[in-house]
């Protein structure tokens, strides 16, 4: 069952009904100020940094759901109503929200009263523009009251749903004209505000939240939008609001289109405290200045929507397959591009709260979208590298706005520090600008620590070189990619089982995934060396990583599969030998990615055992069995219910890692299936199932063993969206950025049929013409380049050439 459908051409998604199964969201922001926006006007909106700089409250975990946001109620002769439905619930006699790219927009009528309200946020401002345009369709006159509505939070997300006896008494607004300026906290020397503003001139206003919903109220009905009056209060403490009031007479057929603006500014640092509290509206007024008309708004809306056809005309495929081409083209890199914008931290499973940026998330959501804004990809390597320790383990996470590591978490996830030897060669791979390598990053932030970004990468592979354990294979520490494989909680010694800071010389638990990642990434770090004049080191990674290559093999292989790793105690995990958790997913997908076992012939065994003992017609399980009970000795992971999350869960994460392994062997088929099962485009015919949004990836999809096998939870903000592009456009599609220039390897089932693909790269526009015969899955026959046949199949740089037109023959 479906709730909407695809708009390729518009690149939307179409919601046509508000009785989604669960809040469908989108988010609006590019740079700086962001808004997360659902089908029915939920959400809040941030500016950096969604828990020091929230700017309007959200309730998580609220009844009903998702029930504060960015209101406009409509009163029209008593009938009060809302263009995306929400909160007051009141049907609508036609409904239509789109998700765009940056944007949304909803359509609705009510009584012959027709809304359009378009919310987006410019791409260079820290505002969200609502234009909303009503219009009589009836044959009399209406008059019509209409409110806008927005809570205001006070700054900090967490001391703003927790310390109340403050808070309560420090609510500030003030009010000129049609803006309402919250100034909470500008007293105390935080140099922002934000406001909420129309271009129109309003009745009443009102910045008390009691006052204008009616104390003890909802904020369904509000009492001033019943009585078609605010009050014009002024709040004092309490729950700063702004609404604003707007009476309207609109003749048959005619329509008013009006502009709010939800902004943000910082004081210049030199505004000390002449006026201590007043508001120095001068920014403000800028700001304002820029969109105070339906055409100004409109101007930055088309800005938009150019900026992102310019930044996915970076890479194009036309194809027989729509849902490839709808993926590829749209909602993949969309997706990309939230993820790395937010990381892990706000969304409506993540609280904007608790998690920020995430090292190894950040690292990995950087591979999907280092094409599209490479100087952007630099700045964050940049940040990421400097929450590292000298001794090349890192910070598990760092806050956006102070971009420090967080203290709570601290550091001792031993992946950790390969994930930038991915990010990094990734960059270079996609721009060759070896200069990042010399880039001075302090360790832990610290000034005065800064050494070249080069050594920061030469500390990470280092550190994973001198943790491994009794078989030779690194140190897992408190987990790897998998956050629940907590293997050091459970110490020999009795009475001291718990670890909670990094690994110390005590735990021996060792992760075969974690060798994996060193073999792959290990092998960019030589290449690396090799390229910038580092040859001895070059050759001590070469050796060291064969070294590994030999421990997996050695102390890896279970049989059938890859294990998983070995326990504090040393006994396996993920072993035919266990009595649950015989297998898991990782080590199959990244053994076989970095190629391990390939000539060895256990690569193919290890992948044809995920799709006999994990593959379901959902995706790809994690591991199975599922653990049915708590096992010390294993931690988080066998805390979760059988089906659910790291315990037997779809996922979706380590899917794409199975479908490139597969492309690695040349099993195009195989690759594609996978790829196939858990892409959005391909299930949205099941999102009574599924029932998170149909157009993005979400982190998992329950497991066969769980009662809800199918259904999907936490949306946006996962791994998903980087790996499945990586997949998609490199293993699938073929199109691999190397170090000196692009190649071209596809890897398709037998039927596919040929494709083209546009990619920007390096500064010059690639037309790649792809020919497939029906029965071939991966190869090349031959390349031309510019009409002249080339050697191998990758296309040689040639600087200054900004056109390359390539054919490629498969077979
Ligand atoms: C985390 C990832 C982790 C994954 C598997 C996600 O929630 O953000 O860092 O790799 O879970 O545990």
Redesign the pocket.
Known sequence: MKFGHFDDKAKEYVITTPHTPQPWINYLGSNDFFSLISNTCGGYSFYKDAKLLRITRYRYNNIPVDSNGKYYYINDDGVIWNPGTMPSGTETDTYECRHGLGYSRFHSSKNNLEADLLAFVPVDAACEINCLTLKNNSDVAKNVSLFSYVEFCLWNAVDDSTNFQRNLSIGEVEVHGSTIYHKTEYRERRRHYSFFTVNAPVQNFDTSRDEFLGAGNGNAFPEAVRRKKCSNSIASGWYPIAAHQIDLTLAPGEEKTFVFMLGYCENPADNKWEAPNVIRKAPAKALIERFDTAEKAMAAFAELKTYWETLLARFAVTSSNEHVDRMANIWNQYQCMVTFNMS?SASYYESGTG?GM?F??SCQDLLGFVHLIPERARERIIDIASTQFPDGSAYHQYQPLTKQGNLDVGSGFNDDPLWLIAAVSAYLKETGDYGILDEPVPFDCKKGSEVPLFEHLNKSFHYTATHLGPHKLPLIGR?D?????NLNCFSSEPGESFQTTGPSEGPVAESVFIAAMFVQYGKEFKEICLRTGHEDLAKEAESAVADMYQAVLDAGWDGEWFLRAYDSQSAKVGSKECEEGKIYIEPQGFCVMAEIGKEEGLAEKALDSVHKHLETKYGIMILQPAYTRYHLELGEISSYPPGY??NAGI?C?NNPWISIAEAVLGRGDLAFDVYRKICPSYIEEISDVHRTEPYIYS?MVAGADAARFGEAK?SW???TAAWTFVNLSQALLGIQPEYDGLAVNPCLPKNFGGLKIKRRYRDAEYYIDIRKPDGVEKGVAWMEVDGKKIAGNQIPLIPGKKEYHVTVQMG
Do not use: I, S, V
């Open positions: 892990r998690r995430g190894r998330d987990a990619w998998n956050d629940c494989l999350k790291e996922f994460h982190q936490n903000l996962t791994g």
